[in-house]
């Protein structure tokens, strides 16, 4: 319930999103009339609804399984056990914070040195778009929704269906494990952005898909790591530093 908690403040947070403006800033096709939307409160509730069924199963799914490979969100089941909270989670602090903060510089360094491949229409785009979504959407749903998503839900999942695979769920999962989960997680992470960069662009390219999986990846595998060898709040924090470096670069314009 703590993790659902959360993840729901992360959908929650779509509410802050002019959805009209954002869904308007996206390209149309040549000669393609706008779509007629609903209107915005009920747009909103509608966009509201796939996150949070996705999440809520994602949550499940890790609460199921997260315990039986190893996996641990070590803040949350201390707080669900009625144990001192700030003992689990100061351990994970320091090394989140920092591999988010580097994390942060490391996208936005890939973003500058892929720049110059892309075209003028499409940098202005993207850079416009960014400014569509709120800091308090970028907090709450990267940082908690999203890896309840890809760590707790789905890189969770993957440890545990190559242990019972290829170990047949018998003793501790090899590391082999975690890293191929780690990368699939990140690799998924990536490939989910490159339909708003398609449609940006309006249609890919070599470089766009290169740079939209790799700066995408990068993140993630960070996350993974962290979710693996200190706790879900780990990656947690990170993600939400990273982001907060992410946020100071749009509006400095980077």
């Not at 990846?217 to 693996?228: E, H, N, Q």
């Not at 780990?234 to 509006?251: D, F, G, M, P, R």
Request: net charge neutral.
């Amino acid at each position: 319930m703590i993790l659902w908690v959360a993840g729901m403040a992360g959908v929650a947070s779509f509410l802050f999103v002019d959805l009209h403006a954002l869904i308007a800033a996206i390209p149309l096709p040549p000669g393609q009339a706008p779509p007629e939307l609903p209107p915005p409160a009920l747009l909103k509730f509608l966009s509201a609804i796939q996150p949070a069924v996705i999440t809520s199963l994602a949550v499940a799914i890790g609460c199921w399984l997260s315990g039986k490979v190893g996996l641990h969100s070590p803040a949350a089941e201390a707080a669900a056990n009625g144990e001192p909270i700030p003992a689990k989670l100061k351990p994970q602090i320091l090394p989140g914070v920092i591999a988010g903060l580097v994390s942060g510089v490391a996208i936005i360094a890939s973003w500058v040195v892929a720049k110059p491949f892309f075209s003028a229409e499409f940098i202005t785009r993207a850079e416009d778009f960014n400014k569509f979504m709120p800091a308090i959407t970028r907090l709450l749903y990267g940082g908690f929704t999203e890896e309840l998503l890809l760590r707790w839900g789905f890189m969770t999942f993957l440890v545990w269906g190559l242990w019972w695979l290829f170990q047949k769920g018998e003793g501790t999962p090899k590391s082999i494990w975690f890293v191929v989960a780690i990368v699939g997680s990140a690799l998924l992470f990536g490939i989910g952005h490159l339909p708003i960069a398609s449609m940006l662009a309006g249609g890919l390219t070599l470089p766009i898909v290169v740079y939209v999986i790799t700066a995408n990846s990068i993140f993630g595998i960070v996350a993974g790591f962290l979710y693996w060898k200190k706790g879900l709040e780990a990656a947690i924090i990170a993600h939400i530093s990273a982001h907060v470096v992410l946020i100071c670069a749009i509006y400095l314009s980077f």
